[in-house]
C-alpha cells in the first residue's frame, strides 16, 4: 500500500464533482437493492424465526451457496462438489488462504508483470518472491497466480501458450476469476481446476456479479489441501458472515443469474467501448489496451512521467485514475502507465473524465513533484 | 482443529431432540431481528439508494460504526478515537491480524493454563510457542493473550495481582473483550487499553453481545502498529463486510444498547444459575465454577477419564458439551475436564441436559475408548 497514494484516492473519493476512474468498483446501480432485501425478509422467516440466518456457522459456510457453486464449477467440466468448497470473506481472503498454504517467506511466487495490486501487497506482505513465468522456469515457484478470462488490470485474457505452460508444469495454480464472467463476448475461459484438479486453487467471487458490500467469495483448493485451508480459515475469521451467505444464497434461489450476466457484461462493454474511444482520440500516442471484459482499460505511454504527480495534478482538474506503478510486479520507473476505470461513473462522464485528464497531462505536472 | 472433536459436534448439532451444551452460542431468541431488518431498509433508502451499504468500502470500514466504538471506549477512560479503531471481521481476526503484527514462528506467547481454543489453534498455526506467566518471566514473551472481564471458559476475570503484573510489563497485551460486557454484575472491568494504551491490542466484537453472523468485530491497536495492522487487515479480506457494517452502524443509531445488555445479562446470569445448581447437585464431587459472566460453566474433575469418549457417549443419551482438551494450553491426560454452554438451549432443558450428561456418565464409557 503506497501512503501517497492512498492518500491521494480518499482525497478524491471526497471531492464533489469529480469523475471517478479509479477504483475498480461495479456500478452501483447495478445491484439488485430490492431482492437482496426481499433475500432478507426470506431469510429471517425461516423455520426457527430466522434465528439462524443471524447465529454462528460450520467454518466452510452455507451449505446451499456451496452447492449453487459447485454445480457452476461442476457443468464447466470440473470435479467438484459442494463439500470441496469453502466460503471466503471475498476473493482476497481466497488468495491469502492460498499463500498461506503454499509458499513461505522467500519463496518465488509467477506472477505477471502487471497484476492485482492486492494480491502483490499480500505477496509482499508475506516476503515472497516475485518472479515472471520465464524466469520460473529456473527457479521452482511455489506457485503461479493468474487470472484466466479476464485479467487486472490488462483486461485480458491468458493466452493459450500460457495456459499450456501451466497445465505442462507440476507446481500449483492459483486460479482468480474475480473478472472471469464478465468477459464482453460471454466466453467463460477453460477452467484450469477441470484440468489439474490436484493442484489448482480455484478463487472465485460475487463482488464483481453482484455486489461486494456482503464479501462473500469462495475457495476450491485441492482436496489433499481442504482440511488444512479449512483450518486456516477458521484461523482467520471463523467463518465468512452467516447473514450476508443466508440473503446471498436465498437470491440466487431465486435470481437468473446468468441472464444478470448477460446484461451486465453488455453494460460494461458498452462503457469500456466509450473510453477506449475517447482515449484514442485524446491520447493517439498511447497504447490503450483494449480490454476483453472486466471494469477497466489499461494504458501504456513512452512518456517518461510521474503517475503519482499525474494523479495529484488530474485531482485538481476533477479526475481520478489508479497509477499504473501499484500494478508493477517490479518497480519500474520510466515510462507512464496507468489504469482508467469506466465501471463506477456514469456513462456521460466518461469522455469529460478523459478531457480532464488531458488537461492535467497537459499542465505538465506528469513530471515528478 | 481436532477432526474427532469435530466430527462429534457436527454429528450432535444435526440430532434432532438432542440438548446442545456445547459451542459457545448466543441464545438465537434474543437477536433483534425486526430491528436488524429495519435497519437494512434505511441503510438501503440511504442518500445514494442504497449502493454505498452494497459497495466496497475503505478497509478499515465504516466511520459512523468506528465513532460508536471509540467513544464507548473513550467513555471507559481509554484515549481512542474512531481512527484508532480498525472494523474487523469478527474479534477472531483482529486476533489473527494482533498475532501477525507481534509474533514470528517460534516466538513465545503468554496464555492462561484455559483458554479459548480458536485463539490457542490459531498461537499453534502460526508455531508459536504458549508459555504460562510464570515461564514468562524468564522466556520474554512477544505478548499476553487475556479475556479481561470473563475468560473463555473458566468464565472469571483476571485477578487483581495479574492485572498488576501486565502493567508492570513492557510486552505487547492483547486484550480480547469478547464477553467483558456480559460479567452478571454488569461490572465493566477496567480497560488495559486506559493504562497500557501503547502496548495494548484490543479486540472487541458484537457477536456475544448482539448476534455472531454479521461477523463484525474490532481491533484497536497501538497507534505505532496502526499503519502495519491495516495493511494487514487489507491483505486479508480487504475491508469487513459493508452490508453488515451499514446495518450495524443504522441500528446502534436507534437502540439503546446498554439497556439490551443489561437485559440479556440478567437472562444470562439466570440460566448460569441453573445449569450450576444441576451441576452440583448432580455431580457433587465436581469442581463446577461458578462463572462471573458469558455463556458457559467449567468443570474440573479428579477423575480420570477420556473427554472425547464421553462426549460421544452423551450424543447417544442426547446431550452434548465441549471436551475440556480443546481448552488446555498444554496437553494434560489425566483428570477429565468439559465446557457446558447454558446460553442456546431452551433454559428449561438444562436440568434435563444434565441428568442425561449423568446417564453418559455412569455408563462408564469417559474411559478411553
Not at 519463496?107 to 518472479?131: S, T, W
Request: glycine letters at 8%; one cysteine or more.
Amino acid at each position: 500500500v503506497d501512503v501517497a497514494i492512498d492518500r491521494l484516492q480518499r482525497v478524491s473519493a471526497r471531492r464533489t464533482g469529480l469523475i471517478g476512474l479509479a477504483g475498480g468498483l461495479p456500478d452501483a446501480s447495478l445491484f439488485p437493492r430490492t431482492a437482496l432485501h426481499a433475500a432478507f425478509a426470506r431469510a429471517l422467516s425461516g423455520s426457527d424465526e430466522g434465528g439462524s440466518c443471524l447465529q454462528y456457522d460450520w467454518p466452510e459456510g452455507s451449505q446451499p451457496l456451496r452447492r449453487w457453486i459447485a454445480a457452476r464449477l461442476a457443468a464447466r467440466g470440473a470435479d467438484v462438489s459442494e463439500g470441496d468448497v469453502i466460503v471466503t470473506s471475498g476473493a482476497q481472503q481466497a488468495l491469502a488462504i492460498a499463500t498461506s498454504q503454499l509458499a513461505r517467506p522467500g519463496d518465488a511466487v509467477d506472477v505477471d508483470e502487471r497484476a492485482y495490486p492486492a494480491a502483490l501487497d499480500l505477496f509482499r506482505g508475506r516476503e515472497l518472491r516475485l518472479v515472471s513465468s520465464s524466469e520460473a522456469r529456473w527457479c521452482a515457484p511455489r506457485f503461479s497466480y493468474v487470472m484466466p478470462g479476464v485479467a487486472n488490470p490488462t483486461g485480458v485474457g491468458l493466452s493459450p501458450e500460457r495456459i499450456v505452460d501451466l497445465l505442462a508444469g507440476t507446481h500449483a495454480i492459483v486460479a482468480d476469476e474475480a473478472y472471469a464472467e464478465l468477459r464482453f463476448d460471454g466466453a467463460l475461459p477453460p477452467l484450469l481446476l477441470a484440468s489439474a484438479r490436484d493442484r489448482t486453487w480455484h478463487v472465485g467471487t460475487f463482488s464483481k456479479t453482484l455486489c461486494p458490500g456482503l464479501r462473500v467469495g469462495f475457495l476450491v483448493p485441492p482436496r489433499s489441501h481442504r482440511a488444512a485451508a479449512l483450518a486456516a480459515k477458521q484461523d482467520a475469521d471463523l467463518q465468512a458472515g452467516t447473514l450476508a451467505q443466508s440473503i446471498l444464497a436465498h437470491f440466487l434461489s431465486v435470481d437468473d443469474f446468468d441472464a444478470r450476466l448477460e446484461r451486465i457484461r453488455k453494460i460494461y462493454a458498452d462503457r469500456a467501448g466509450q473510453l477506449v474511444r475517447a482515449l484514442r482520440q485524446t491520447f493517439p500516442s498511447f497504447r490503450v489496451h483494449e480490454p476483453e471484459g472486466g471494469f477497466s482499460v489499461w494504458v501504456e505511454t513512452d512518456a517518461p512521467g510521474d503517475d503519482v504527480a499525474l494523479l495529484h495534478a488530474a485531482i485538481k482538474h476533477g479526475v481520478s485514475f489508479d497509477p499504473g506503478r501499484v500494478f508493477h510486479r517490479s518497480p519500474e520507473p520510466g515510462a507512464l502507465s496507468l489504469r482508467l476505470c469506466h465501471s463506477s461513473a456514469p456513462i456521460t462522464d466518461l469522455a469529460e473524465g478523459v478531457a480532464r485528464l488531458a488537461k492535467a497531462f497537459a499542465s505538465g505536472a506528469r513530471s515528478s513533484a
